[in-house]
């Protein structure tokens, strides 16, 4: 007879299963007693049977564990209490979190590798990747607002705010970097105080309202600035001199369209160039020239993936030493016509027009021996002139010459102060250098002949105590006696005093505040220590 009953659903012990599954027995087991392969039944003997469905909930079950996934959000997608595709989403989503903690985890070990980190350091950047992205923002946004707490300068608050540093989820080397430095930068007193002193500045004068406008007139304000000022550089004007007081012209000019916008007290509105808008100007740079702020907005142009503008101290420092100098249009140049106006007997014989030419001759002589003394071996030493290394004082020495030669000849330009003129024979460059002023001031009439508001002979004064000051660095930046003309440096030394006396000595001026001189001091150490070196 035949028997048309089907054949019930195949029954599989925890081995068989397993063994189809190609799962470990005790898993299996494990993963049954959770529910999420229960049994379909059990033997007369009490061993568990499990059904085919058994097999497709552990082969699922395995996919979302290799995913991630907890145990119970497994259960709840086999029991289709959460939909697979929603799980599957939210998991992604964690699954992306866990990368860039991870990428972020691997940027900062290769950054500590690089930098050579001290345990602190790596502290610092490992507590970095513990950090959410909220958790960040919020560490800087609290520095703003500390910095800024009880000052009345929306605009501005609004501006730091808008312009957060978000570290992106796989950052470069250099954005690691970035954000270490911001780290300690934001802890620093005194980069606080000067967000500080530019919010108040900023409550006094700026909009309320942080507006894009006023942003890109500052910036086209400082492009324009930053360009005349690098060309004044490069052309090797010294900021504390006459000629410089074109430049802030033309930067004052530019400006003061600028402040038609900010809130002046009544009365104080710069108009035009003169000296109270240069005392303005003078003092809003003095406000904005704080470097821990300004690399502040460097750091955060650096994380942000954003250009980052160099730095403009230099270039800041000149043009504030320039508004120092020049603090009304003519005033430093009127002061020094004066001076060019007495009596040339005044001076000291060595100084006097048919003497000086010789005089300098003399000291150019001493310098020159200095020079040819130098081998390159020295070349990368430092002087007493904290830019400069021997190389490049070697080569100021030979500029200085063709300066004076050139204005002596009547030229109209300047030497590039930027071109290499050593070659491969420092002591010849240098020769040379001296034979053309010399040539040029030896010109019968020389000393007599105008030059603006100065005699020919001031000129050649000019270049004399250049050499005295610079053949003095070198001396000592080599190690050579520094007395190679003290008679000569003493007779210079009122004339200096006439000239520079009345210069700003601060950062980015000429000369250093002066400096106290041994009594023992020959003449060169005296006329050192008064322009500023350490003797």
Excluded at 52 to 58: H, I, Q, T
Excluded at 102 to 111: E, I, N, P, T, Y
Excluded at 424 to 449: I, K, M, N, V
Excluded at 452 to 468: D, H, K, N, T
Aim: net charge negative; charged share 25%; proline share 7%.
């Amino acid at each position: 007879m035949r028997n048309d009953t089907p054949p019930g659903p195949p029954e599989f012990t925890i081995g068989e299963l397993a063994a189809r599954t190609g799962l470990p027995v005790k898993l299996v087991r494990h993963w049954s007693d959770l529910g999420i392969a229960p049994p379909a039944g059990r033997s007369a003997a009490g061993y568990r049977r499990y059904g085919p469905e058994a097999v497709a909930r552990l082969d699922l079950a395995r996919t979302l564990r290799d995913l991630g996934l907890g145990l119970a959000e497994i259960r709840g997608v086999l029991d289709r209490e959460h939909g697979l595709a929603e799980t599957a989403a939210v998991h992604a989503d964690a699954l992306e979190a866990q990368i860039r903690t991870l990428r972020l985890q691997l940027a900062v070990l290769r950054s500590a590798g690089r930098r050579g980190s001290t345990a602190e350091e790596l502290r610092v950047l490992t507590e970095l990747t513990r950090m959410s992205a909220a958790e960040r923002e919020e560490s800087i946004r609290a520095f703003v607002t500390g910095a800024l707490d009880g000052v009345d300068a929306p605009g501005y608050r609004e501006a730091l705010l808008a312009a957060m540093p978000d570290l992106p989820a796989d950052p470069t080397a250099e954005q690691v970097d970035a954000w270490f430095e911001l780290s300690a930068l934001v802890r620093d007193p005194a980069v606080s105080a000067g967000l500080r002193a530019m919010a108040e500045y900023a409550a006094e004068h700026s909009p309320s309202v942080h507006e894009e406008g006023h942003v890109t007139a500052a910036e086209r304000m400082t492009d324009f600035w930053v360009g005349l000022v690098s060309a004044a550089m490069a052309q090797g004007l010294a900021p504390d001199s006459p000629s410089a007081d074109d430049v802030v012209g033309a930067v004052v000019a530019e400006w003061i369209p600028t402040q038609k916008g900010v809130a002046w007290p009544a009365g104080t509105a710069p108009r035009a160039d003169g000296a109270e808008a240069r005392g303005l100007l003078l003092a809003q740079l003095e406000t904005a020239a704080d470097p821990g702020v300004e690399r502040y907005w460097q750091l955060v142009c650096l994380i942000n993936g954003l250009p980052v503008r160099p730095g403009l101290a230099a270039r800041g420092e000149w043009l504030m030493t320039a508004l120092r100098a020049n603090p009304a249009p003519g005033a430093l140049a009127a002061r020094h016509e004066a001076l060019y106006a007495r009596d040339a007997q005044e001076a000291s014989v060595a100084l006097r027009p048919d003497r000086i030419v010789e005089t300098c001759a003399a000291v150019l002589g001493e310098v020159g021996k200095l020079v040819a003394g130098v081998g390159p071996d020295r070349f990368g030493d430092p002087t007493p002139c904290a830019d400069w290394d021997v190389r490049a004082l070697l080569g100021h020495l030979v500029w200085e010459n063709l300066i004076w030669a050139g204005l002596a000849a009547g030229a109209d330009t300047r030497p590039d102060a930027e071109v290499d003129r050593l070659g491969d024979d420092h002591a010849a460059a240098f020769r040379d250098a001296a034979d053309a002023a010399l040539t040029a001031f030896r010109r019968p009439g020389l000393t007599e002949e105008r030059f603006g508001p100065a005699p020919g002979w001031r000129m050649v004064e000019q270049l004399l105590i250049e050499m005295l000051v610079h053949g003095w660095d070198l001396a000592r930046a080599t190690g050579r006696p520094t007395g190679f003309a003290p008679e000569i440096a003493d007779a210079v030394l009122p004339s200096v005093r006439d000239i520079y006396g009345s210069l700003p000595r601060t950062a980015g001026g000429s000369f250093a505040p002066e400096r106290r001189a041994p009594r023992d001091a020959n003449g060169n150490d005296r006329l050192a220590a008064y322009l500023g070196r350490e003797v």
